[in-house]
């Protein structure tokens, strides 16, 4: 893997505090790094979907209407997949 060498300004108290919890490495900064690039694809992914629900029209749904089908999906779940594992007989 090729590296890219950077220079990274941060405020002096905001230094101290990193480099006291040793999170202050190329290593956790790569992950953080990391983890951020995952949220902005996983947060982009989002916004296409919202843009093709309201291109198809929108879910024609309700509030309540929505709420109302996902207990109801939640109810079904439990009762076909887990009730059984969590409930005691008797």
Known sequence: ?????????????????????????????????????????????????QREIQKAGGINKTKEEIIAELRGTRKHLWDTEYSRRYTRPG
């Open 1 to 49: 893997m090729a590296v890219r060498e950077i220079t990274l300004a941060l405020p002096a108290d905001l230094y101290q505090e990193a480099q006291e919890a040793g999170i202050l490495s190329s290593e956790y900064i790569e992950k953080l790094l990391r983890d951020a690039l995952r949220t902005l694809t996983w947060e982009q992914r989002i916004r296409e979907i």
